[in-house]
């Protein structure tokens, strides 16, 4: 059973326009989300996070936007660049006591970003 | 540049063997997490250690086990590999001590593990 779904396998978008990258969870313990970003032949880069106590978090061009009620987040980016082509992977956690921060993740969405 | 770093960044061997992955942390992080990516598949979470000591398990086979040593570098063990066993295997550490003990993890740039 699949806890952090990404039904877009991909998206493409047009250089300077936004790009939204959509994400749903099913497990209501989970308290704590975040975007990675992946190139091929990396690892996973931490790009953003946020927390269940907030809607939104900002940070440059990034923002996430958490809903809780419908279990919902999404990242958007704006304005897009071409070097923001990757693989982009939601992730959460939820606390399970002392130092345990496993984290969950969807599959991702390739996210191409035309000049 | 996470901080994280894993060897080899690839290794190729034959179906029944075993092999070891190794991972350093970020420079004190007491946190180190394996993850292995299929081919289609997000990546899974294996196991975490915290300072040495297992802390949480996850999707990890018996035929897999893992340690954290006192310098906080892990080695994940794989045995009598299959064919399935064949992915990408990344290492993530957090938790600086100290330090806020956060989600936030920083990913190695993995082990690519191919079996014949």
């Known amino acids: 059973d699949q806890q952090v779904k990404q039904n877009s396998p991909s998206l493409s978008v047009q250089e300077g326009r936004i790009s939204i990258l959509n994400c749903d969870y099913t497990?209501?313990?989970?308290?704590?989300f975040l975007w990675y970003k992946k190139y091929p032949a990396e690892g996973p880069t931490f790009l953003i996070s946020i927390s269940s106590i907030k809607d939104k978090n900002e940070d440059g061009r990034f923002t996430v936007f958490l809903n809780k009620s419908a279990k919902h987040l999404s990242l958007h980016i704006v304005p897009s660049q071409p070097g923001d082509s990757a693989v982009y992977f939601c992730?959460?956690?939820?606390?399970?006591?002392?130092?345990?921060?496993?984290?969950?993740f969807g599959k991702g969405t390739l996210l191409t970003v035309n000049p | 540049d996470s901080g994280v770093t894993q060897t080899p960044k690839h290794l190729i061997t034959a179906t029944g063997q075993r092999v070891t992955l190794r991972c350093s942390p970020r420079s004190g992080d007491l946190s180190v997490y394996w993850y292995q990516q299929s081919l289609d598949q997000g990546l899974q979470f294996l196991i975490q250690y915290y300072n040495g000591e297992e802390r949480a398990k996850g999707n990890i086979l018996e035929r897999f086990s893992a340690q954290q040593f006192p310098d906080l570098h892990s080695e994940l063990n794989l045995s009598s590999l299959e064919l399935g066993d064949s992915a990408l295997y990344f290492c993530a550490s957090s938790a600086p001590p100290g330090g806020p003990v956060t989600d936030t993890q920083y990913f190695g740039p993995g082990t690519r593990l191919t079996v014949l």
């Open positions: 992730a959460a956690s939820a606390w399970s006591g002392g130092s345990n921060y496993k984290l969950t």
């Open positions: 497990n209501s313990m989970f308290d704590y």
